[in-house]
């Protein structure tokens, strides 16, 4: 049975969809998606790539998943605790566009990231500002209801009506903590928070509504709270993110979403991904600390040598990146692409270890163990215990594009000494006159030589010695 950690309780739990019935194993998930004013680094990208094992984990558990990414492309300020200035609008004016073609070109690339990543694309996409009128709306309410209060700067959600705030964070009778510096202005408690900010009098802003009397733009909280019950219904099983998300973003979302529903939990299960750390300190463009996919690709290093070195690691332990690790995990999937071309030729047709695949399928179950299910396939292949299309059946869950193995070993080349090429050819030559001796004396001249040779349908194949 499949067990996820659950930020909300802080406890590991059997999953249990809200919709219950064997036919009707429908997942509601919702992933926060990118603020599409930069490119995402690779320290964003882990958390997308954890919560494509998460999906797969779910598809390969024969669960449907309706899956909704959002894309923030207006109202996310340079603080996630509605301070500073809007970063589209600060990237515009960097890169002298329009916020419209910064938040157009920076999704794109996005977008193709995931691809890159090979990971799952959402069944919905959805951008804050197409969805303005549903953010009003959810705003409304919540003034109806008697949660906000008006400043001259904005709407603000009031969490002394919440008995529960911060209950995800664990924030209840908490102070901030220490250092933590909060903006109070006009605001009544420290933990409030802006759900409509009204555009500045004495400057016009590329995105802006009207709205509640004046020009003005959404908090950035509102957005997932109206697009997630928009496309997933008032109550829905798995919301992830980053742990950064934790203690603002996503604490804010559970509140005014719980207030304008009046139902609890919102969300029945909270997951979040462990930062990528960059020296000693956390991967981050505001300290332009960060490293892209491009940079990787520019270096030669393929994107999946990148996915493979994160299923290393558990996804809720932080991860140091550098380069040595990144070079090492290229290696091992050089070397598992290998493996499964040869397991393809072999056509091994049954495992002499059936229990290999259940044992794969619990650490996966157990909150998403990629590092010992990549134990397990290792594991496999090493005691010629697995085959080529269980190795298949584990890739749904891996993503690491198992089935074009033969094509990924062909987009490199193995440099073969004149010495060698020609102890092939003899060998070649013997096999031909059925030498068998000959072929196995000379097969043992070439592995001194580093190298190995196996007979495959095709001819001859040769590969390095393993480091």
């Keep these: 049975m499949l067990n996820l950690y659950n930020t ?23 992933t926060c998606g990118p603020t599409v004013y930069n490119y995402a680094h690779i320290g964003n990208l882990r958390t997308y790539v954890f ?11 024969k669960y449907k998943v309706k899956h909704v990414m959002n894309i923030t492309d207006v109202g996310h300020l ?3 605790a509605d301070e500073g200035e809007d970063k589209l609008e600060k990237g515009a004016k960097r890169e002298n566009k329009t916020v419209w073609e910064i938040a157009d070109f920076y999704t794109k690339k996005f977008q193709e990231n995931v ?17 303005i009128p549903e953010q009003i709306k959810l705003v409304q309410t919540l003034t109806d209801k008697g949660y906000t209060y008006e400043t001259s700067d904005g709407i603000y959600f009031d969490t002394t009506k919440v008995s529960d705030y ?18 109070m202005g006009e605001k009544k408690n420290p933990h409030d928070f802006a759900l409509w900010k009204f555009s500045p009098t004495n400057e016009k802003r590329q995105m802006e509504w009207d709205a509640f009397g004046r020009k003005g733009f959404p908090g950035w909280h509102i957005e997932c709270s109206a697009m997630s019950m928009k496309y997933l219904g008032e109550q829905f099983d798995i919301h992830c993110g980053g742990i950064d998300h934790v203690s603002i973003h996503h604490t804010n979302e559970i509140a005014q979403s719980e207030a304008v529903t009046g139902k609890k939990p919102w969300v029945k299960y909270w997951l979040h991904g462990e930062f990528l750390n960059m020296g000693n300190d956390k991967m981050a463009k505001s300290g332009n600390n960060f490293v892209t996919l ?45 493996e499964t071309a040869r397991l393809k030729d072999l056509k091994i047709k049954r495992l002499k270890d059936l229990k290999i695949s259940e044992r794969f399928e619990a650490a996966v179950d157990d909150d998403l163990n990629t590092p010992q299910a990549l134990a397990l396939v290792w594991e496999g292949i090493n005691n010629n215990i697995i085959d080529y299309k269980t ?60 190298f190995n040779v196996e007979d495959t349908s095709e001819g001859q194949k040769i590969t390095r010695h393993r480091s």
């Design 115 to 131: 691809q890159d990543l090979n990971i799952l694309p959402p069944d919905i996409w959805c951008k804050a500002t197409d969805h």
């Design 51 to 61: 919560e494509d094992i998460l999906k797969r984990v779910l598809k390969y558990n």
């Design 166 to 183: 911060g209950k995800l964070a664990n924030l209840q009778n908490q102070e901030l903590k220490a250092g933590a510096r909060i903006e």
């Design 294 to 338: 491009d940079t990787l690709k520019e270096k030669g290093i393929s994107p999946l040598a990148y996915r493979y070195l994160l299923l290393q690691t558990h996804y809720r332990k932080q991860l140091s990146f550098s380069w040595e690790a990144l070079q090492a995990a290229e290696n091992g999937l050089k070397r598992l692409y290998d």
């Design 78 to 80: 340079t603080s996630d």
């Design 8 to 30: 909300l309780t802080r406890k590991t739990e059997p999953f249990e969809p809200i919709k219950k019935g064997w036919f009707n194993k429908t997942v509601g998930l919702y």
């Design 391 to 450: 190795l298949l059946k584990f890739d749904q869950i891996l993503g690491l594009n198992l089935n074009n193995a033969t094509e990924q070993q062909n987009n490199r080349t193995t440099i073969i000494p004149d010495e060698v090429q020609r102890l092939l050819d003899e060998r070649a030559e013997a096999r031909k006159n059925k030498n068998w001796a000959e072929s196995d004396r000379l097969r043992d001249e070439i592995a001194k030589l580093g």
